[in-house]
Each structure stands twice: as C-alpha cells, then as structure tokens.
Nanobody, 116 residues
Framework: QVQFVESGGGLVQPGGSLRLSCAAS????????MGWYRQAPGKQRELVAD????????VYADSVKGRFTISRDNAKNTVNLQMNSLKPEDTAAYYC?????????WGQGTQVTVSS
C-alpha cells in the first residue's frame, strides 16, 4: 500500500536550517511529481514546493521561494526539502505527497517549530 514517512523536523531558532526527508513506497516513484506540503494550526494544508519526476523542474510557493530547496533521489524513492533562513511563520507540520493532486493517504508528518 501507499506509504509516506517524513523525518527531519525539530525545533530551530529563526534564521536556522533544517533538512526534511520523505521515503515513499507503494507508488511508481520515478514517474511521480512530488511535493512538500505544510499545515499550521488552524490553517489549511498548503503546497510549498514540488518537483517533476525527473527532478528538472521545481516550483515554490512565494512564501518560501529563495529559502527552500526541494530535491529527489529516484534510486532511493526519497524526496527532500532543505529549509534555510527559517522564520516563525514556517512553523507547521510538514508532509510529502504527490503534487499538485495529493493522494488521500498521508504520512504522519514531521513537525517544524521555529522559535527563539
């Protein structure tokens, strides 16, 4: 069955960095456009970055452009999110899934908290 396992979150000070990873299974990863989503308390889940199946094209939400970098390793079925210059408003649970049309199955997510 489809499974997404996210990791790498934590507590970081403003201006700090984190690298998130997601291991996907149960899908044909190499042909899937993948994305990172986030959901802050009381807000809807939003797509913040996505990457084409071959990794040649990436798209970012305006709120993270220039600070976040999405990448993937098709040999390992993983997709990563390097987050730099983190801000308190980046605090959220982060999830990976297909993009832009996510599957109904979601992983447990990984919590990112940006606070001094």
């Amino acid at each position: 069955q489809v499974q997404f396992v996210e990791s790498g979150g934590g507590l970081v000070q403003p201006g700090g960095s984190l690298r998130l990873s997601c291991a996907a299974s149960g899908i044909i990863f190499r042909i899937a456009r993948m994305g990172w989503y986030r959901q802050a308390p009381g807000k809807q889940r939003e797509l913040v970055a996505d990457i084409t199946s071959g990794g040649t094209t990436t798209v970012y939400a305006d709120s993270v452009k220039g600070r976040f970098t999405i990448s993937r390793d098709n040999a390992k079925n993983t997709v990563n999110l390097q987050m730099n210059s983190l801000k308190p408003e980046d605090t959220a649970a982060y999830y990976c899934n297909l993009a832009p049309n996510a599957l109904r199955v979601w992983g447990q997510g990984t919590q990112v908290t940006v606070s001094s």
